[in-house]
């Protein structure tokens, strides 16, 4: 019996679209070791509320993210659940591209746009939720979860949290030798860093900065300029220079995504602190955590693999004909050797 997913003609191509859907942490690492571990406690459910961009805020199809610990008989396992609810009156309005149709479309090909539409926003909404996690591993060494007392420490080396000589914005900070500060940490650890990750705000206080002006006049220590390109992944790179004796790329990471509160406030928030300045070896691995499946057979649709992240794609039958559409992964993505990245904050706030 073919699966109930593949019997609607919108699914088939989704997961093809969504490869577009890059997301940039995840990328920066050589490869992915993909972890088969089930022993990680988050303590109590956690619940995330997050927006796809694509969808009006007065849309209905909002839907929630459950970060938590799903227990069974036979295992533990970090579980992120998304799922929306289709009921019949839903698939009795018209959909949107029936207003251009001369006839009504049939119930059958509303389902599947539904369906479609609703594993496409949840795949792009897990991205997201993954892309804060990796944001959040690097900077902080650790991962946090709204709402409750839930977090995953990777148990980075204090020492690899540094403090500024001074703000960066003060023209006489010395952010060569902050910088010299963080290469030297990671090489005692057995690293060699090679990339700069930093927010807008640190890299615009560097270049105000009037001794490293000087050098970058007389090319001490500015190696070559990239075009400034904002590229799908929010990221610029956006000059090469020589730290310590190491020519490493810089760059400049915006992108955001809007959260909303409780209360129901939309706000924005950046993946990266403004203020951040991350220095990695980028050679390590990053692990993600897939427990095994959770989902019994006759819940499963299937199993999809978009860019790289595996998803397990299931619909439950409700009351009143009506029924659930959703998502299983368990994507917490951290570097395999947190001790690789040191990390310091340009304006001289403490990374708690």
Same mark, same amino acid.
């Given at each position: 019996m073919p699966s109930p997913l593949t019997q609607h003609s919108y699914v088939a191509k989704f997961v093809d679209e969504l490869k577009s859907e890059n997301f940039g942490i995840h990328k920066m690492f050589n490869k992915f070791i993909y972890s088969e571990q089930s022993t990680i406690s988050m303590g109590q459910h956690a619940r995330h509320y997050l927006l796809p961009r694509s969808v009006p805020l007065n849309s209905n199809k909002r839907q929630q993210m459950i970060a938590g610990e799903a227990r069974f008989d036979f295992m533990t396992v970090p579980q992120f659940a998304l799922e929306k609810q289709i009921t019949p009156q839903m698939l009795e309005e018209q959909i949107p591209m029936e207003y251009l149709s001369a006839k009504p479309f049939s119930r059958q090909t509303r389902e599947s746009w539904h369906v479609a539409q609703s594993l496409t926003e949840m795949v792009r909404m897990m991205h997201r939720e993954m892309e804060r996690q990796g944001a959040e591993a690097l900077l902080r060494g650790k991962i946090d979860f709204d709402g409750a007392a839930a977090s995953i420490d990777f148990k980075r080396d204090k020492n690899n949290t540094l403090s500024v000589s001074k703000e960066w914005t003060n023209s006489s900070a010395d952010i060569l030798g902050d910088l010299a500060g963080l290469v030297s940490q990671i090489r005692l650890q057995g690293g060699e860093p090679n990339m700069v990750i930093l927010g807008e705000s640190a890299w615009n206080a560097?270049?105000?900065?009037?001794?490293?002006?000087?050098?970058?006049?007389?090319?001490?220590?500015?190696?070559?300029?990239?075009?400034?390109?904002?590229? &799908?992944?929010?990221? /610029?790179?956006? =000059?090469?220079?020589?730290?310590? *004796? $190491? #020519?490493?790329?810089?760059i400049v990471y915006s992108a955001q995504h809007e959260v909303e509160h409780p209360d129901g406030t939309i706000s924005v928030k950046k993946y990266i602190d403004p203020n951040a300045v991350i220095m990695l070896d980028t050679r390590q691995d990053l692990f993600t955590f897939f427990g095994k499946p959770p989902l019994f057979d006759e819940h499963r649709l299937t199993r999809m693999n978009v860019d790289g992240a595996?998803?397990? &794609?299931?619909?439950? /039958?409700?009351? =009143?004909?009506?029924?659930?559409? *959703? $998502? #299983?992964?368990?994507?917490?993505?951290?570097?395999?050797?947190?001790?690789?990245?040191?990390?310091?904050?340009?304006?001289?706030?403490?990374?708690?």
């Open positions: 560097l270049l105000r900065n009037e001794l490293l002006l000087k050098l970058l006049d007389n090319s001490r220590v500015f190696i070559g300029q990239v075009a400034s390109k904002v590229n &799908a992944l929010g990221q /610029v790179e956006v =000059a090469k220079l020589n730290i310590h *004796g $190491i #020519v490493m790329p810089f595996v998803f397990e &794609a299931f619909r439950e /039958v409700g009351g =009143a004909q009506s029924y659930s559409v *959703g $998502i #299983v992964s368990r994507p917490l993505l951290f570097p395999a050797r947190p001790n690789l990245t040191a990390v310091l904050m340009a304006n001289g706030a403490t990374i708690k």
